[in-house]
């Protein structure tokens, strides 16, 4: 019986013992590079969902090296960080220690996976030499006026300490907001802090998405993440004053039916026009959240300024109102009240009786955008966009408004109250004028005290000698807020291609132009969807800005990227609090790496959440003892021949290859068991069938393989040392035909069929 255990063990020794990963460049190679998703080494440990997002990539990576690809496939360490940080205060520990006997445990578990990383190519955010660059690549925005200083409105949660970023607040179910890490509560509160002008690359973060091979719904999410918004600023004056109001419009063609204007609550002329009862009125929705009044069903309240605006075109008087529903942050903080055209803007003029002006002829009024200006000459007619476009121009030319674009992207808040990050290389003088620090890497100072004080002081704070610093006889305070924990991701899939042995190639020198220049962007990244407007947004500024600055050769860095799925447990996400872990080293033990990547790849599409079964994996385990019991029983022979299992060689090798390149490993799978169960009809197998069967094996199963390699092909050489095997179309008879099922574009199926059967059989199939 095939003892997995042993032979895990004793291949593990032997491809650490011979390097067997280490990765080597070969320039007459085509390149491939595979990036994972780099983990926070966390206490808890490698749980499944790391296996299901590394396996494949490592599946790919081992298909690519046999494809004659020089590829690259490494790890590292996200390590910097909430919940390393919070890990070592709830353990007492101290996060430098603490994450590096994490970083450890980390390195075992990959290992018994049977990943094929290179150690050598290993990268630490914690690491001096690492965030040195970290630190420089600040510097340099700092220097293009894309990182300030701002007082602003920041997310403060109380009980980690901190500020966080717009895209680390969540809502949770009751509409509250919480943390992402923890689900804590986050209020808002005025502070100075650092923030990166992520805005002002809105635009090319929207259009350079046409670059890139992502899957649309990961498009979307972005763009509507930074929620472009084309439209108009138009004037409306105030009668009887100077004042004006402009207000942001996206229907700018529904100008005819403005109704009335409705004014945030804390607009320049609702301060101007207070009295009592406005007074009131305000501290009753100053008493609610944001999000309560706002929402599309939430109750729509407002209070009459009593004083009117002047219609730009028409000249009618229309009343002001201050509204529960206009966002003080978005656009100018007032609208144009179009009950015609928008469903809140029509339940505020029914609730306070205000004349609706309908610019359709002969009709109800419809809602959200589906206003058509009919009142109006020149707008006749007009597709809605024309009309849009026509409305602009006229603005324009009669001086009433004019072309605004709006995003809903806000800049990104990038300094935390806490310890464990990169500091900032920034000084500030006695007058709070800024001096860079151009000594790299600004080192992170030891210290015990890394609780954070929770009035908003970095525990840096605390380090009187390390804060006060001296420089020709001037008095200098180092900034004591650390950077976020995405800083470091931003640019890590850069940082392994400068690693070299445990040195760094300088990021700014002309090799690393060459070798960005072979090596991106990223050919496939996996990873989770939960990061689709933190890193995979956060990451694309900065290497927009890296481009602009001339250190990187193109614009997107990963081309394309594939979103796994969740491993379910009874319909759950997988948890601790739940108790519903399945720890990969676990069943390393119990059912062995071989049987645990190949259940991984087989359990659906790599994107699908699915239920772990343990069925499941006792039945991998089951298969994989029956391929070995097949090289046992069976006498395989170099030049032993058979028509039929040729046919089923060939057909086999040919489906593996498609199946690979789409990453449709599950079919991959299946079509090895098939060729295993034709195996079993016969006495004698032949040497080359057996060989190409093991080569595709060994990108799933590696342990395995590189055992039957050697025991039963007698071979000395790694497996990994062979080529893709071909197959020959003349040895095919197809008697079937492949039939590809797409659903929005996606290739979800692929049935075969007999040839010449009928459509309406086909539809039966599906
Ligand atoms: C008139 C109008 C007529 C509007 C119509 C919509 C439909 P997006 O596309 O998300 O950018 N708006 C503008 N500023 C606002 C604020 N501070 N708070 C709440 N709502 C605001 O949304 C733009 C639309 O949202 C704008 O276009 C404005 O209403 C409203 F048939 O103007 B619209």
Redesign the pocket.
């Known amino acids: 019986m095939y003892n997995h255990n042993l032979v895990e063990k004793k291949w593990r020794k032997i491809w650490k013992d011979s390097r067997l990963y280490t990765f080597k460049d070969d320039l007459n190679k085509p390149k491939f590079y595979a990036l994972d998703m780099f983990p926070y080494p966390s206490g808890a440990g490698l749980h499944v969902g790391h296996v299901k997002s590394y396996t494949p990539t490592d599946v790919y990576s081992r298909f690519k090296r046999f494809q004659g690809y020089s590829v690259l496939h490494p790890i590292g360490w996200d390590a910097f960080g909430l919940p390393a940080e919070q890990f070592a205060l709830a353990t007492k520990n101290h996060p430098s220690s603490f994450t590096k006997k994490n970083i450890d445990n980390f390195k075992i578990q990959i290992e018994q996976l049977g990943f094929s990383f290179d150690s050598n190519k290993e990268v630490d955010t914690t690491d001096p030499q690492f965030y040195k660059w970290t630190q420089w690549i600040f510097i340099k925005l700092y220097e293009k006026g894309l990182a300030e200083i701002k007082n602003i409105d920041v997310n403060w949660c109380p009980e980690l300490g901190t500020v966080l970023a717009n895209e680390e607040v969540l809502t949770d179910d009751k509409g509250n907001k919480v943390s992402e890490r923890g689900g804590f509560p986050v209020v808002k509160k005025p502070m100075k802090q650092w923030v990166l002008k992520i805005t002002k690359y809105a635009d090319k973060l929207i259009d350079d998405l046409d670059l890139v091979n992502w899957s649309n719904g990961l498009k979307s999410i972005q763009k509507k993440w930074i ?1 472009k ?1 084309v ?1 108009a600023i138009v004037k409306f004056k105030v009668e009887n004053s100077n004042d004006e109001i402009e ?6 063609d ?1 100008i005819f ?2 109704s009335f204007i ?1 004014l ?1 609550i804390d607009h320049d002329l609702v301060k101007k026009n207070k009295n009592s009862e406005i007074e009131k009125f305000l501290n009753k929705i100053n008493s609610l959240k944001e999000y309560e009044r ?1 929402s599309i069903n939430s109750e729509k309240e407002g209070i009459n300024l009593k004083i009117n605006a002047i219609h730009p075109i028409t000249n009618k008087k229309i009343p002001i109102y201050v509204c529960n ?14 009950p ?3 469903k ?2 029509f339940d505020f003029a029914k609730k306070y009786n205000i004349e609706i002006i309908n610019i359709l002829k002969d009709k109800e009024l419809p ?5 058509k200006l009919i009142n109006s000459d020149f707008l006749n007619n007009l597709e809605t966009s024309k009309a849009i476009e026509e409305s602009i121009k006229y603005f324009e030319e009669k001086k009433i408004g004019k072309k605004q674009v ?1 995003f ?1 992207l806000k800049d990104w808040l990038f300094s935390r109250q806490r310890y464990w990050g990169e500091p900032f290389p920034v000084l500030f003088d006695e007058n709070g004028k800024i001096l860079i620090e151009k000594n790299l890497p600004l080192l992170l100072p030891k210290t015990n005290d890394i609780k954070p004080s929770g009035d908003g002081k970095s525990p840096l704070a605390n380090l009187v000698d390390w804060v006060n610093v001296k420089i020709d006889g001037k008095l200098y305070k180092r900034e004591t807020n650390t950077m976020p924990q995405w800083a470091g991701s931003c640019w890590y899939f850069l940082a392994y291609l400068l690693k070299d042995g445990d040195k760094y190639i300088d990021l700014d020198s002309k090799e690393a132009f060459e070798i960005f220049k072979r090596w991106m962007p990223v050919d496939i990244y996996i990873g989770g969807q939960e990061h689709a407007v933190l890193h995979l947004l956060y990451s694309r500024f900065w290497y927009k800005f890296l481009y602009d600055i001339k250190i990187v050769p193109n614009k997107e860095p990963f081309h394309e990227i594939i979103n796994q799925g969740m491993i379910l447990n009874n319909g759950e996400k997988m948890s601790k609090s739940k108790g519903n872990v399945v720890n990969p080293s676990d069943i390393v033990v119990s059912h062995g790496a071989d049987a645990l990547r190949l259940y991984m790849m087989f359990m659906g599409p790599i994107t699908a959440s699915l239920p772990w079964e343990e069925s499941g994996i006792d039945g991998m385990y089951k298969w994989v003892q029956r391929v070995y019991r097949l090289f046992e029983s069976k006498e395989i022979i170099k030049d032993f021949n058979n028509l039929e299992l040729e046919k089923k060689y060939h057909n086999f090798i040919k489906k593996a290859t498609s199946f690979m390149q789409v990453f449709d490993f599950n079919l991959v799978i299946s079509e090895m068991m098939i060729f295993i169960n034709e195996c079993y009809k016969y006495d004698f197998l032949n040497y080359e069938y057996m060989l190409g069967f093991i080569i595709v094996l060994s990108c799933f199963a590696p342990f395995i393989s590189e055992e039957i390699n050697e025991v039963f092909l007698k071979n000395k050489t790694s497996i990994t040392k062979n080529e893709w095997p071909k197959y020959d179309e003349s040895k095919i008879i197809e008697d079937k035909i492949k039939l590809p099922i797409q659903i929005n574009g996606k290739i979800r199926e692929i049935l075969e069929i007999e040839k010449g059967i009928k459509e309406q059989e086909i539809y039966k199939l599906v």
């Open positions: 929620g918004s439209g207000v942001f419009t996206s229907r700018p529904t039916g403005v409705g945030s706002t529903y206009v966002l003080s942050n978005y656009g100018n903080g007032a609208i144009m009240g179009v015609a055209g928008d809140r803007d809602f959200e955008g589906d206003a709006n809903k």
